[in-house]
C-alpha cells in the first residue's frame, strides 16, 4: 500500500483520461434525458432543435410511458424472471463451472466442457422454431420456461467465466478441508462457492443484463400469453410506420434504473472480492 | 481412495443432470432445427425435402458470402478496438483514483440503454452532428453521414458495437484484476518493475484468462452482431452491412427462406465454433507457457 | 455455516417451484365462446381495444380477445408452429397472406353474408395474390391504404402550384419548385423500405399489374417491363435532399412537417408520424403521375387489413357474429377516422380530408394493388432499389433482379408451372 510520488502523477493522468472517455457516455446520456422529456413536436432535424432543454419538465411522459406498459406489472414479471435466472445461474453454473474446471485434464470432463461451450455460438435462429414446438409440447410455454431456457442459453459463457476464474484459486484449499474429512459436495460449498464471490458478482450483472434486455426469449416462447415482460412492453411504442422516440426514451430511462442499481451493488461485491485475502 | 471415489462420483453426480438440461435445450432443438436445413420450410405449413441444395446454394450465393466478409472483418476490428480500450479502462478504474464507483456506474452505461434509444442517438451523431461539426472543422471527408456510404458504413456500425460492448469486457477485465494479489506488485515494485513492464510482465500475465474469455466472448458477440445491425443500418446501404445473423433472422424468419436460412446457420454454427476452439487452444497453450 | 448454505438453497428452490402457483392463470371461461383475434397493426391497437370492450358488454355468449402484439408475424408464425391457431388472424393483403393460403392455414369465408358488401376490386386483389388458384375466398379485406404523394397544401396553394397529371409535368413542376428555392421532395432512403414507396406509386402505371406472374411463368422478364421504371425513378433523385440514404423515415416524416420539402413521396400511412411533429400541417395527397398520358394514371391501393379464419377455429357461427361487428358501418368508420385508411366495404363512409386528391381514384375503382405485394421479402427489393439510387446503374439493378427474382422464387415459379402443366393456360 506504500505510495510513492509517481504514482499519484500518473493517477491523475488516468483521471484526466476518464473524465475525458466520459464524455462519449455523458453525451448521448444527456441527448436521451432530453429526448425522454420533450414533446413529439418539440423534434427537429437540426442540432440546436435535439440539444436545446424541453420546453418543460413535465413527467407527463413517464407518466404515459407507465401507462402503455403497464408499468408495475411488466416490471413485476421482468424482475422475477431476471433475479430467478440470476440465483439459478449463480448455483448451477458455478458448481458445473467448478466441476469441469478442476477436471481439464479429464478426457470426458474436458470434452463436456467444449460441448457445453460451444452452445453459445448456436445462433438463435435457429432454435427459435424447435423451441417454441418443445415448450409448448413440454407445458413449458411460460415465464418458468424462459428462466430454464436463460439458464441453458447462459450456461456455456458463465461456465467458461467460473472455470477461468478457478485457474487463480490453489487446490490447496480444498486439499486442506478433504484433509479435515468434509466431503467434495461440502468443501464446495463452504470454501470454493464463497471464495468465487467477485465472479458471482460478475455472472449475475452480465446474465441480468442480457436478461433485462432480451426481447426474443420472451416473444417467441411466451407468444400468447397476456403476460409482457418490460422489453416486450416496450416494442409498443415503434411500429414501421411511426415511433413515438419521446415516450419510448421515457420508458428506457425508467426501466434503466433497477439495473443501474443492482449494478452498483454487485460492483461493490467483485471489489470486495475476499480472493486476494485468501490467496495469500 | 474413498475419497477419490467420493469426489469422482460428486462430480459426476452433478454433471449428469445439468448436462441433461443443457442437452435438452440446446442440442436436441439445435438438431431438429438442423432438420430443415434439408427442406425448403417456410417455418410453417408443409414443406418437401430437398436433400443438400440448400448448402449446395449457399456456397453459390453471393449475397451469403458478401455478409461473412463484412462480419468477419467487422468482428476482427472490433475485437481488437473494445479489448484494449476495456484493458485500459480496467487497469484505469482498478487503480486509486477518486470517485471510483461513479466512474464504474458512468462507464457501464453504453450497456443497458435499449438498442432503440442507441440507435436513435447514434444515428442522429451520424447524420446531424458529425457532418456539422466536420464543417466547423473544414474536415470535408466527413461532410457527408458514414452510415450512407456502402463503404464506411462498417464503421458506423464499429464505434456502435465498441461503444456498447466495452462496459462488459470491462468488468471481467476488472473482476480478473481482483485476482492479482497486492503482494505481485509489491515484489516488482522491489525490483523496479513499474508502468509499461509491470503491467507486461505481472499483470497481463496473471490475468491471461480473463484475455482468453474476452477475446471469445468478443468474437463470439461480434460474429453474431445482429441488435447494432437492425438499430442502425438495416443491413444498407446498399447491402452492404448485412451481418449473417442478420440474414439468417430476416430472411429466414421474417422472410420465407426458413430452410436455406437454417443450412447457413448450420454452416455458420461450425464456423464459429472451429474459430473459438482454436482460439481457446491458442490461449490455454499461452497459459501453459506462462 | 453449512445450514446457511443450504438453507439458502432450499429456499431458492421453494420460491422456483411455487412461483407457478402464486402466478395462475386467469383464464375464466363460464360457459362462453372463446374467440381470439391477433391481429397484425399495432398502431390501431387503441381501437380493437375499444372493439373488443363493447363487443364484450353487448354480446352475453361470445367472449372476445384481440391482441395487437408488435412484430406479429413472428408471433404468428410461432404459435402455428405449435398448432395453436387464433380464431381470426387480422393481416395484410402481402406475400405472407399468398403463403398462408398456402400452408392452408385458413378457411373459405366465401360463405360468409357480409361478404358480399366487400367492394369487387379488393376482391380481385386478394384472388390475385394466391400463388396458384384456389377455389374459395380467404380474408375478407376490411381497410386498403394507398400510396402516391403526399404534398403541404398551404405551400402549393401560397405559389400557386397545379396538381401534376403527366410525368412531364411532375418535372417540370419539381423544376418550377426548386427554383423557388424550395426542395421538392424528402427521402428517407436511409430506411431501406421507403425505396418502395415511389416506386410503387410509379410501377402501377408503367408495368403490368400481373409483371411478376408473367415473369413466373416464362412470358416476360423484368428487364423488359421495368427500364422505364428505374430510369424515372433516377429522374427524381436530383429533386431531393442533397444525401438522401442519411435520412431515415423518421428524419423524412420530420422535415416535411416542418415545412423543409413540398412533397414526400410516401404512403397515407406516414400522415400519423408527420401529424405528431406538426399538428396543423394541412397535407393533402395526389396520384403519382409516372406515365405520359394523364388518364393512364391509377392509384395504388392494396389490402392494409383484412381478417381471415383459421382452419383450426371451431365455431364458426361465432366467428362471423364476431365480423359482423368489427364491419358494422359504424365501427369500420372509426377505423378509418383513426388511421386515415380507405374502407373496402362498400357504402357511404367519411374520408379524411388528406386522401382528397385520391377519392376520385378510389370512388371510380380506379386502382391497382402494390407490386410490392409480390415480391418475397428475403429477396429484398427494397435494398436492391437503394442499391440502384445509389449506384445508378440501371443495367447492373434489372439483370439482378431478374437473377435473384429466379433465384428467391424457385419453389413458386415450379409450383406455378406445375399448376399450368395439368390446369392448362387458362388465364
Known sequence: MKKTSTVGKSNRLVLVLLILGLSTIIFPLYMTIVIAFKQPSEMTNSINGILSLPKTWSLANFKEAMRVTDFWNSLRNSLLISVLTVVLSILLHSVMGYTLGRNKSNKFYNFVYLFIVSGMFVPFAILMMPLAKQTAEMGLANWFGVILLYVVFYMPMNIMLYSGYLVNIPLALEEAARVDGASTWRTYWEIIFPIMKPMHATVAVITALAVWNDVMTPLVIMAGSSQNTLPLAQLNFQSQFGTNYNLAFASYLLSLIPILIFYLICQKQILNGVVNGAVK | ?290 | MKGKRFKCLGLTLCCVAAAPVMWGCGNSSDGKTEIEIVQYKPEAANYFKMVEEEFNSTHDNIHLTISSPNDAMTILKTRFIREDYPDIIGIGGDINYSYFVDADILTDVSGYEGMKEINEGYLEIAEALELVPVDGTYIIPYVANAAGVLYNREMFEEHGWEIPETWDEMLSLCGEIQAEGILPFYFGFKDTWTCLAPWNAMVVELAPADTTKQVNKGQTTFTEQYRELADKYLQLLPYGPDDPFAYGYNDACTAFARGESAMYAIGSYATPQILSVNPDLKIDSFVMPACDDKDGRTLNSGIDLGFCVSAACENKEAAWEVLDFLYADENLQKYIDAQNAVPCKKGEFTLSPMLDGMSEFIKNGNMTDYQDHYYPSEMSVDALLQTLLLEKDTDGFLATFDTNWQRYNRDIIRMVQDYEASHGSAN
Not at chain 2, 441433461?20 to 435445450?25: H, K, N, V
Not at chain 2, 456506474?105 to 451520424?126: H, K, R
Request: net charge positive; aromatic share 14%; hydrophobic share 50%.
Open chain 2, 1 to 290: 481412495m474413498k475419497h477419490e471415489n467420493e469426489r469422482k462420483r460428486t462430480f459426476l453426480l452433478i454433471t449428469i443432470p445439468i448436462l441433461a438440461l443443457f442437452i435438452c435445450f440446446n442440442t436436441i432443438p439445435l438438431i431438429r432445427g438442423a432438420m430443415y436445413s434439408f427442406t425448403n420450410s417456410r417455418g410453417f405449413g408443409s414443406h418437401d425435402v430437398v436433400g443438400l441444395r440448400n448448402y449446395i446454394d449457399l456456397f453459390l450465393d453471393a449475397r451469403v458470402g458478401k455478409s461473412y466478409l463484412f462480419t468477419i472483418k467487422l468482428a476482427l476490428v472490433t475485437t481488437v478496438v473494445v479489448n484494449v480500450i476495456s484493458l485500459i479502462l480496467a487497469l484505469g478504474l482498478n487503480s486509486k483514483i477518486r470517485a471510483k464507483g461513479f466512474f464504474r456506474g458512468a462507464y457501464f452505461l453504453p450497456n443497458i440503454l435499449g438498442s432503440l434509444v442507441v440507435g436513435y442517438i447514434f444515428n442522429y451523431f451520424f447524420t446531424y452532428i458529425i457532418p456539422a461539426l466536420a464543417d466547423m472543422t473544414g474536415i470535408t471527408s466527413l461532410g457527408s453521414s458514414i452510415l450512407s456510404n456502402p463503404n464506411k458504413a462498417w464503421i458506423g456500425v464499429m464505434i456502435v458495437c465498441a461503444w456498447q460492448a466495452i462496459a462488459m469486457n470491462t468488468i471481467i477485465y476488472i473482476s480478473g484484476l481482483q485476482t492479482v494479489p497486492e503482494d505481485v506488485y509489491e515484489a516488482g515494485g522491489l525490483d523496479g518493475a513499474t508502468g509499461w513492464k509491470q503491467f507486461r510482465y505481472l499483470t497481463f500475465p496473471l490475468i491471461i484468462p480473463f484475455f482468453s474469455i474476452n477475446m471469445v466472448l468478443c468474437v463470439k458477440n461480434f460474429l453474431m452482431v445482429f441488435d447494432q445491425i437492425i438499430a442502425l443500418t438495416k443491413g444498407g446501404p446498399a447491402q452492404s452491412t448485412e451481418s449473417i445473423s442478420y440474414l439468417i433472422y430476416n430472411n429466414g424468419m421474417s422472410g420465407g427462406q426458413f430452410g436455406f436460412q437454417s443450412a447457413n446457420a448450420v454452416v455458420f454454427f461450425i464456423v464459429i465454433v472451429v474459430i473459438s476452439v482454436a482460439q481457446m487452444k491458442f490461449s490455454s497453450s499461452k497459459e501453459e507457457q506462462l
